[in-house]
C-alpha cells in the first residue's frame, strides 16, 4: 500500500517568507508526528497529533511554527517569517493504534536563503 | 528527558567485513529502543526494536543489536555488510509510559559507509 508521502520534496524560500509544508499519512494511522532534522544533526520532535485528542505541540521551537490537522486525514506544517536557521528537512511519520512503530515519509528539505 | 548518544559519525568498511555501530542512552526512566535506516533520498525505515525479552534482538537485513541496561547501550550488529548497507542509522529510544505519545528521542545518526 501506499507511505506516507510529504511535498514538498524541496521547498527554497526566501527569509521573511512563510511556508507550508504537508503530510499524508497511511490511510487509518491515528497518530502523526513532524520531526525536524538540522544538517548533522539527530531528528528533533516538533508536534504530535493523535486522534482527535488536543495535540503535544511541546517541540515546537518558537510561536513561528504551527501545524494543523483535520481528524486523521492530511497534516500541514507551517513556519511563518522563516530564518536561516529553519533550514533543515521537516518529516512526518505516521502510526496505527497499538502500535510502536512509526513509518516516516521522504521529508520536505526546506532551505531558507 | 532522554537523550541519545551515537558517538561515530561515520564508519567505513569493506563489503562483507564485521560492523558494530554504538548507541548509548541516558533516560531517569524505563525506555524501549530502536534503529532505524534511512537510505538515500527515502523515509527512515524501522530496522529492529526492543521492547522485552531477550536482550539479544534481530531486525531486517541480518542486523541485530543487543540491549544492555546496565551499560546503557544498545549496539547494532552485522557480521558481514553488504554495499547495499550504505546508509544513514539512526538510533532511538521512548519511555515506556502510557500517554507518552510514542515520542522518539533520537541520536545523530551514524554514517555506514560500505567500500568495495
Known amino acids: 500500500g501506499a507511505g506516507v508521502s510529504q511535498s514538498p520534496s524541496n521547498k527554497v524560500t526566501e527569509k521573511g517568507k512563510d511556508v507550508e509544508l504537508r503530510c499524508d499519512p497511511i490511510?487509518?494511522?491515528?497518530?502523526l508526528y513532524w520531526y525536524r532534522q538540522r544538517l548533522g544533526q539527530g531528528l528533533e520532535f516538533l508536534i504530535y497529533?493523535?486522534?482527535?485528542?488536543?495535540?503535544?505541540k511541546s517541540g515546537l521551537p518558537s510561536d513561528r511554527f504551527s501545524a494543523e490537522r483535520t481528524g486523521e486525514s492530511v497534516s500541514t506544517l507551517t513556519i511563518q517569517r522563516t530564518q536561516q536557521e529553519d533550514s533543515a528537512v521537516y518529516l512526518c511519520a505516521s502510526r496505527p493504534t497499538g502500535t510502536y512503530e512509526q513509518y516516516f515519509g521522504p521529508g520536505t528539505r526546506l532551505t531558507v536563503t | 528527558a532522554q537523550s541519545v548518544t551515537q558517538l561515530d559519525s561515520q564508519v567505513p568498511v569493506f563489503e562483507e567485513a564485521p560492523v558494530e555501530l554504538r548507541c548509548n542512552y541516558s533516560s531517569s526512566v524505563s525506555v524501549y529502543l530502536f534503529w532505524y535506516v534511512q537510505y538515500p533520498n527515502q523515509g527512515l525505515q524501522l530496522l529492529l526494536k526492543y521492547l522485552s525479552g531477550s536482550t539479544l534482538v534481530k531486525g531486517i537485513n541480518g542486523f541485530e543489536a543487543e540491549f544492555n541496561k546496565s551499560q546503557t547501550s544498545f549496539h547494532l550488529r552485522k557480521p558481514s555488510v553488504h554495499i547495499s548497507d550504505t546508509a544513514e542509522y539512526f538510533c532511538a529510544v521512548r519511555p515506556i509510559l502510557t500517554g507518552g505519545g510514542n515520542k522518539l528521542t533520537f541520536g545523530t545518526g551514524t554514517q555506514l559507509k560500505v567500500e568495495l
Open positions: 497529533f493523535q486522534g482527535n485528542s488536543a495535540p503535544d
Open positions: 490511510s487509518g494511522h491515528t497518530a
